[in-house]
């Protein structure tokens, strides 16, 4: 640690230092004996981080620039200005904890009017979204329009993010800064490597034990290593570090070396794995009680002024934690509040013109009707960036001219990116993510992602993102903060040559998510009305596209008016009938009007109900169906058991058995996958024949 009084920086900035780095360690010790006396649930501290984290709260400007820290990162808020008792009102779970909302673990950072984003606990998710944090300051830049829709963005502003030395073996931190250094964003990382994940010692977690070595090939990457128990140097590291962003130079990457004085958590026991003699010399690194000795020893304050600050802290800290336990919690029944928007309903008249839509030209086809939504959308709403792998005309724009261009592969973003350029629709890396991730991150300051994975089969990288970012952002921060992104995907069978890795439909691992609309059109006209509501609602959307419905005749339609949208969760009779209804939606609304016109003959009437948006699904219709017919199939191309359908035949069953005059019957593909040979995914998805079989065995029943 540094020693030469003429070296320090103003005696002010480095008693408020001190006092943070101080403060900070309290608050851990005081969860830790809330914890023990049984009035929190959950600690994990930031102890022996302290020094670096302040001084990169000095270095960086709350409300400014932008933070995606991790749960090690108390020092680092504190010194942004969040309060010792909004930290305790995260610990006891109160209504009014501005980091949650008493809705997430303590430590799990999140703070609106500093533009701290709210954290979750997967490690590594929030790299990829402060990288669309920065992206979207990027192209704010490039794009014109923008800086008359949204004002929240600075010349030289700064993105933080931190994360620990285990996460660096995370995929997603190796995807974070290729697309970092690869656009040159004004990133800045921050490992904190105090040498464990949980009880993993670094040299297991990565080759040769010291991660910043592997990054030294980076482009553009200014990288940087301090002692990041020694607040002197990490201030003066931290400083070259934001002032390299600032200047739009690229990404910084600091690997500071710091300790970690307590367990991981308090569910975690150190001694377990750790030798008495490697915590005795880690102690011996204890960043506060180095630095109170320091400025002690270079006359920057004397022992009693220490101990002012102490007793200060430990008294304000005593206040804030008596505060906070008597503090309310949440209201049970704000339990649901902020799954989806509350202001922003897609449900709502106010998204329906189906009733007055004005159709003209020749008919399109399903690629056509979305590619023209997204045009019209574009145009309208320049927030609006289309990006996944192949979706741009040509990458390299100096042959966008002498090239027909690819437009995604099946051709539903062509001539996009001509038409709207190239800082607005654009290829990512081959990881999914990587798409999902950065959009996130754009989401989050005001722009439009309409995003593309390129297969439903391959979307599985993103679940992460998904599931525990995407969806969850909202209702984990009580509203502070939000996402809403679309997700087009490519999905299912019915293709001839698709087979395991291009044919699945799994919807129902997607339905089952709170937070995430799921639509699902049957034809273009759909598409194109269902696709413009998703854009314009407030909430994330996957919007999944047949890929075998792409180019039917039967499905074709004129093309609708720029204003038309059909709303979520309103499902469409295809067909009057009056023996039994058939609930679908997708390729199998077609396979029901096949066999519905083939039993025709044999003197049964069967309605049809396409029910479009699977989330919200629309219970009005299905209940109304039910009760004019009093029997029910449910036909969807996902599998059978556990498959979308179960939980609409549970909920008939539930709801509507008086009216039932048989059981509620399933037609749905086979327990299995799609394989290649025809003759094989024709016996594993649901044909018009099964449907017609289906008809016959219930009318009879």
Sequence with gaps: MHTTATELPDHKLLIEMYRTMYLSRRLDDKEIQLKGQNRIFFQISGAGHEAVLVA???VLKPGYDWFYPYYRDRALCLQLGMTPLEQLLSSVGAEADPN???RQMPSHWGHKKLNIVSQSSPTGTQLLQAVGCAEASYRFELIPELQKRISNFKDDEVTYVSLGDGTTSEGEFWEALNTASNLKLPVLFLIEDNGYAISVPVEVQTAGGDVSRLLEGFPSLYLQRCDGTDPIE???????????CRQRKGPALIHAKVIRPYSHSLSDDEKLYRPDEERASDAE???VKRFGALL?????????GLQQIKDEVDALVNEAADTALASPQPARETAMNYIFSPDVDPASKEFDTEDSVQLSGNPGTMVDLINRALDTEMARDPRIVVFGEDVADCSRDQYLEAVKGKGGVFKVTANLQRKHGSARVFNSPLAEANIVGRA????????KPVVEIQFFDYIWPAMHQIRNELALLRWRSGNEFKAPVVIRVPVGGYLKGGAVYHSQSGVSTFTQIPGLRVIYPSNALDANGLLRTAIRCDDPVLFLEHKHLYRQAYNKSAYPNDEFMIPFGKAKKVREGTDLSIITYGALVQRSLVAAKQMEQEGISVEIIDLRSLVPFDWNAIAETVKKTNKVIVAHEDSLSWGYGSEIAARITDELFEYLDAPVKRVCALDTFVAYAPQ??????????????????????
């Excluded at 990490?234 to 390299?244: C, G, I, N």
């Excluded at 996130?440 to 722009?447: H, P, Y």
């Excluded at 094989?680 to 008809?695: C, G, N, T």
């Design 680 to 701: 094989l995914e024709d016996a594993i998805l649901p044909q018009a024949s099964d449907v017609a079989k289906a008809i016959a065995e219930l009318k009879s029943y």
């Design 285 to 287: 690194r204890d960043p």
């Design 56 to 58: 990169a709260g000095v």
């Design 100 to 102: 949650s909302h008493g």
């Design 296 to 304: 002690i020893d270079e006359g920057v304050i004397d022992q009693d």
């Design 234 to 244: 990490s201030l003066e590291t931290m400083r070259r570090a934001v002032e390299y």
């Design 440 to 447: 996130i991150g754009m989401a989050t300051r005001g722009l």
